[in-house]
């Protein structure tokens, strides 16, 4: 057994100081202490497959992430580890927890994870062994892994047996609700603009200093179409987690932060408005693109036609949200979000419709992760 505080002093060495999760009670002690200590964050998230999102946001903001998690939420890591951190080679590091150990008793629903969780891990491509149980062992255990980590630009997993670290007690003060945030409904009536008419919309009125996340299907395309530049990143597959790493960038680094989201995906993760609000970024804006549609898998509908995005965002805690639908309420609701701390959201409804011959990124997601990373870091060439 170790303390957590040998396995946290030895990871902020190595420059690992963003932790982000879901609580186990093997982890209870590491979260704890995490959560205490002043020198290291602590993002808790709605679901293991954020978490994941959230610790991709910190890597390409120049922050070394650590995603803690139970071994029954690998399933909701499989999305992200296999279509984010793979295709962009993010590399993160993982504590995953072993319940349904074979040979300890446990409860019934973590006994086939049990048996599977190093086989979830390997077809995923995160190598992964033991999470260190001696003090001794610790360091190598880091190196060993961040070594790998930097030679594959991959996730690296820990997974921790009960009892591997000691007691820890929790020091969190109670989180103040959020003062009640401002719906404005711009809303007119006014024709409904397409999604690639919003997004000129957006890139005239964001400086050139902002970093844009925009979300997989024809979103990213059309931006690509429209104006590739380091400071755009456009997400493939991991449908959902587009805000989640947003929030991730967000919390690290005073650069502003757009997110060009669709609603098949933020209906998708709800989960992270509510994150999102909790952390109250203040450099974050939230554009929700929502055509009603699943447009670029055939154009099937979403249930958003009954959901109200900007009741939610305020009541996650967001402090304004904007209703618009013409592009002139657009353009208007965009400078607001620009010109006031957030976070904030910008849901717009849109008429279905793609760009004409509309074509994918010509650079990789690994050329376009890089780049990214090397614009909001303000690095001159992107680290690995």
């Known amino acids: 057994m170790i303390s957590a505080d040998d396995f946290l002093g030895a990871a902020r060495r190595r420059g690992l100081g963003f932790y982000t ?3 186990c009670s093997f982890l209870t002690p590491l979260i704890n202490r995490v959560i205490s200590d002043s020198d290291t964050r602590y993002v808790g998230a709605t679901s293991e497959g954020e978490a994941v999102a959230i610790a991709a946001g910190a890597w390409l903001a120049g922050e070394g992430s650590v995603v803690m998690c139970q071994n029954s939420g690998l399933g909701n890591t499989i999305n992200p580890l296999t279509s984010l951190n793979w295709p962009f080679r993010i590399p993160t590091l993982m504590v995953v927890t072993w319940r349904g150990q074979p040979g300890l008793k446990d409860e019934p629903q973590h006994e086939l994870m049990g048996e599977a969780t190093a086989q979830f891990l390997t077809d995923a491509r995160v190598e992964h062994g033991l999470f260190p149980t001696r003090a001794e062992d610790v360091e190598p255990a880091l190196d060993a892994a961040l070594a790998r980590m930097g030679e594959t630009h991959l996730p690296y997993a820990f997974i921790m047996e009960k009892g591997a670290v000691g007691s820890e007690a929790l020091d969190e003060a109670p989180r103040p609700p959020a003062a009640p945030g401002e719906i404005i409904d711009l809303s007119t009536g006014a024709a409904r603009p397409k999604r690639y008419e919003a997004l000129e919309r957006v890139l005239a009125g ?10 997989t299907g024809f979103c990213g395309r059309e931006l690509f179409t429209l104006a590739d530049r380091p400071q755009h990143l456009y997400q493939v597959g991991s449908m959902g987690g587009a805000s989640a790493m947003a929030l991730g960038v967000a919390l690290n680094t005073e650069r502003p932060v757009v997110v060009l989201d669709g609603d098949g995906a933020a209906l998708m993760k709800l989960g992270n408005m509510a994150t999102i609000g909790a952390q109250r970024p203040g450099n974050l804006v939230h554009i929700l693109l929502d055509n009603g549609l699943h447009e670029s898998t055939g154009g099937q509908a979403t249930v958003s036609a009954g959901v109200d995005f900007a009741a939610i965002a305020v009541a996650c805690g967001y ?13 208007t609701g965009l400078a607001q979000c620009l010109a006031t701390p957030g976070p904030n959201l910008l849901h717009v409804r849109l008429s279905a419709g793609a760009m004409d011959n509309l074509g994918r990124p010509t650079i990789t997601p690994v050329e376009v992760a890089q780049r990214f990373r090397a614009f909001v870091t303000g690095a001159r060439t992107a680290v690995a």
């Open 206 to 215: 964001i400086s050139d200093e902002t970093a844009v996340i925009a979300t």
């Open 319 to 331: 402090r304004k949200a904007i209703r618009a639908d013409g592009l002139a309420g657009f353009e």
């Open 21 to 23: 999760g879901v609580p």
